[in-house]
């Protein structure tokens, strides 16, 4: 199928950056994984994501970790485990 039309889209640099070091790791284009998107909202005929406001505790949690505030650090597995343990 001849490509045709063009989207445009403004993304913010950070989240644009980060949105392409992840999708150069699956060995995907931009393009690709717009197309991708735009195939799976054709197809399903609705929005392909479950899109979920968070409860007020989620919420709070989400925002301490996003400030690096009371999130654990673990170096392998067994040591995250162990912390279930205690």
Do not use: C
């Amino acid at each position: 199928m001849a490509q045709t039309s063009v989207v445009h889209a403004r993304i913010d640099p950070s989240t644009k950056k980060a949105t392409e070091r992840i999708l150069e790791s699956l060995g995907m284009s931009p393009t690709e994984a717009i197309r991708l998107f735009y195939r799976q909202i054709a197809m399903r005929g609705e929005f392909p994501l479950e899109l979920r406001v968070p409860n007020a505790t989620t919420a709070a949690a989400l925002s301490k970790a996003d400030a690096g505030e009371e999130v654990e650090h673990f170096s392998n597995p067994k040591e995250l485990f162990d912390s279930w343990e205690k």
